[in-house]
């Protein structure tokens, strides 16, 4: 008897090795998996609200000739934010723009922030990944 519990006991304990290398290995796999799980969060758009209807541009600047189509007023989402040419609307100038999907229908362009409520103009650097 006493033998068949110092046998169960050490499988037991061979088990629960093993068991905690199956948790080392998957904690050393969890660091590859990190920079997917932080990239797709930074990829998740953040809803900020515009407070007047806004043409969207191909590139972010303000020439009409990268005009794409309109983001109306209200609550939009942003993929991430750019420094390039400075922009003066709404009473404000920035050289801030942001990357979105337009109201009509067209991905992956660029609106100026000085449009966004005065929350969303101070705080968006702080809200949006970098481009």
């Given at each position: 008897?006493?033998?068949?519990?110092?046998?169960?006991?050490?499988?037991?304990?061979?088990?629960?090795?093993?068991?905690?290398?199956?948790?080392?290995?998957?904690?050393?796999?969890?660091?590859?998996?990190?920079?997917?799980?932080?990239?797709?969060?930074?990829?998740?758009?953040?809803?900020?609200?515009?407070?007047?209807?806004?043409?969207?541009?191909?590139?972010?600047?303000?020439?009409?000739?990268?005009?794409?189509?309109?983001?109306?007023a209200g609550r939009n989402y942003?993929?991430c934010f750019t420094y390039s040419?400075?922009?003066?609307?709404?009473?404000?100038?920035?050289?801030?723009?942001?990357?979105?999907?337009?109201?009509?229908?067209?991905?992956?362009?660029?609106?100026?922030?000085?449009?966004?409520?005065?929350?969303?103009?101070?705080?968006?650097?702080?809200?949006?990944?970098?481009?």
């Amino acid at each position: 008897m006493r033998t068949r519990t110092l046998r169960s006991g050490v499988l037991a304990v061979l088990a629960t090795a093993g068991l905690l290398a199956g948790t080392s290995q998957a904690v050393a796999a969890q660091p590859d998996s990190a920079p997917k799980a932080a990239a797709a969060q930074a990829a998740a758009p953040v809803y900020m609200t515009t407070v007047v209807d806004q043409w969207t541009h191909y590139t972010p600047d303000w020439q009409t000739s990268s005009h794409a189509g309109t983001l109306y007023a209200g609550r939009n989402y942003f993929y991430c934010f750019t420094y390039s040419v400075t922009y003066t609307g709404n009473g404000r100038t920035s050289s801030v723009w942001l990357r979105t999907d337009d109201d009509t229908g067209h991905r992956n362009v660029w609106v100026s922030d000085v449009n966004l409520d005065t929350y969303d103009y101070i705080y968006d650097v702080n809200l949006l990944p970098h481009c």
